[in-house]
């Protein structure tokens, strides 16, 4: 790495040893899990280029805007509203981590029955390892789950500005409300950090870049239909997990750039895998990079991932937000019916997300589900029974998997998937 981006990276606060521990690692990771796939479309080479760039180029643009005064505020969750953000002339990161770091360091804070989500949170932030965090203006916690809901108490000592911002549990009228008053309170915030008063236009405009944004990934999306699937899953959750770092304008343009090369493959019917092999459809908690175990194992036990149900994946990205208001009331409302729709365990009944899983399947013509759930994550275990019954009983091939970041459980959970795939065969 060159010397700009170290001495980058030491102003701001990153532990060097470590950090250059945790790249090697994830050098390695990436390598033996993207690189080295076969006939991979063009349009990877961009992605490539961003993983190899995530600590480096994109950390040092982040910098850079901030030396023009732009705010840059970070995220644990698809319920923070990056059009608020970047309507108050700020840039929004994602702060979710998917590797095992400093673990004895976060278990001083957290108890050891933690999902592994937010111990990695916590693991990159005692470890000193994550540039994004350290480079982050706001930090903002939302009372999703309990582990982070009480997370970010432990967590407020250690971060400059963490903003918490309260999720309902139940999608009823008072819910709704409640999400609705935390938006604005969201917005005053974001107005306070960043003194841009957020107006009609700027909010119109911020709506419109998030709304390309997610109509290239349903784009994408889309186009794993097609069997072959012209791209492997473990380079559409890539692409998926880029969504989140990403700047967006640019972003979009090399998703739409890859969809038009996958195009052209569909045509010609090649593919990241023959045809006809089972057709997977990855179902619960979010992935966050480098969190690619299962699917890497799941693709190299001759089956491919068609669709991710995951805020990593459609969950997170469907639906775009209704930019025909003229008032920033109108469109603050626009907003909450949108992300009010994100099916999150957290919420009380959730069936939208049984019948979107059902309609995943459908839609991604998919031979089998595969429930994945973090070891110590309530609310998507509880939720995987009744969801895994109700699959089943409609026939619906479902194998439900409980792991969290180490490999330890590799062997055994790659004879758990093999079997299920064979099943389908
Ligand atoms: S909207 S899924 S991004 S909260 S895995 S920390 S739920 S114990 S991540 Fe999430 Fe927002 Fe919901 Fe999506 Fe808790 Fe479970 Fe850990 Fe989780």
Request: glycine letters at 6%; aromatic letters at 8%; proline letters at 4%.
């Amino acid at each position: 790495m060159s010397e700009e981006y170290r001495s980058m990276w030491q102003n701001l606060g990153i532990d060097l040893e470590a950090h250059d521990a945790l790249l090697g690692v994830l050098g390695n990771f990436y390598q033996d899990i993207h690189l080295s796939q076969k006939d991979r479309p063009e349009g990877m080479k961009y992605f490539d280029f961003v993983m190899s760039e995530v600590h480096g180029l994109r950390i040092k643009e982040l910098v850079d805007e901030k030396k023009t005064g732009r705010r840059i505020i970070g995220s644990y969750c698809v319920y923070v509203p990056e059009e608020i953000v970047l309507a108050g002339n700020a840039t929004l990161v994602g702060l979710c981590a998917g590797a095992d770091f400093a673990m004895d360091e976060a278990e001083k804070l957290l108890p050891r029955n933690t999902c592994a989500l937010i111990k990695s949170t916590f693991g990159f932030k005692l470890g000193k390892v994550c540039p994004y965090l350290e480079v982050s203006d706001m930090i903002v916690g939302e009372n999703t789950c309990d582990g982070k809901k009480k997370a970010y108490e432990s967590l407020a000592p250690l971060v400059s500005n963490l903003f918490v911002m309260d999720i309902p549990q139940m999608k009823s009228l008072q819910g709704r409300a409640l999400f609705r008053h935390e938006y604005n309170r969201f917005k005053d915030a974001v107005e306070e950090l960043t003194g841009v008063t957020i107006d009609a236009g700027r909010l119109k405009e911020a709506i419109s870049i998030v709304n390309e944004k997610r109509k290239a990934i349903h784009r994408l999306s889309m186009l794993r239909k097609a069997d072959p699937s012209p791209i492997s899953g473990v380079d559409a959750l890539l692409a998926n997990q880029v969504y989140f770092y990403d700047n967006p304008k640019r972003f979009t343009d090399s998703v739409n750039l890859i969809c038009d090369e996958l195009e052209k493959k569909i045509e010609t019917r090649q593919g990241a895998y023959p045809a006809g092999i089972p057709r997977i459809l990855i179902s619960g908690c979010p992935m966050a990079v480098p969190n690619w175990k299962l699917p890497w194992i799941v693709e190299t036990s001759g089956a491919v991932i068609v669709a991710e149900e995951s805020c990593v994946g459609e969950r997170g990205t469907r639906n775009l937000v209704d930019n025909s208001g003229d008032t920033v009331d109108e469109l603050m409302d626009a907003l909450v019916d949108r992300y009010f729709q994100v099916d999150c365990a957290i919420f009380t009944p959730n069936n939208d997300r049984l019948d979107h899983v059902r309609e995943m399947a459908r839609t991604y013509n998919a031979d089998g589900i595969i429930h994945y759930g973090l070891q110590f994550c309530q609310p998507y275990l509880m939720e995987a029974i009744p969801v895994t019954e109700e699959l089943k009983k409609q026939g619906i091939p479902t194998l439900m998997i409980e792991t969290d970041y180490s490999m330890e459980d590799v062997g055994q959970l790659r004879t758990r998937v093999e079997a299920f795939i064979e099943m389908l065969q």
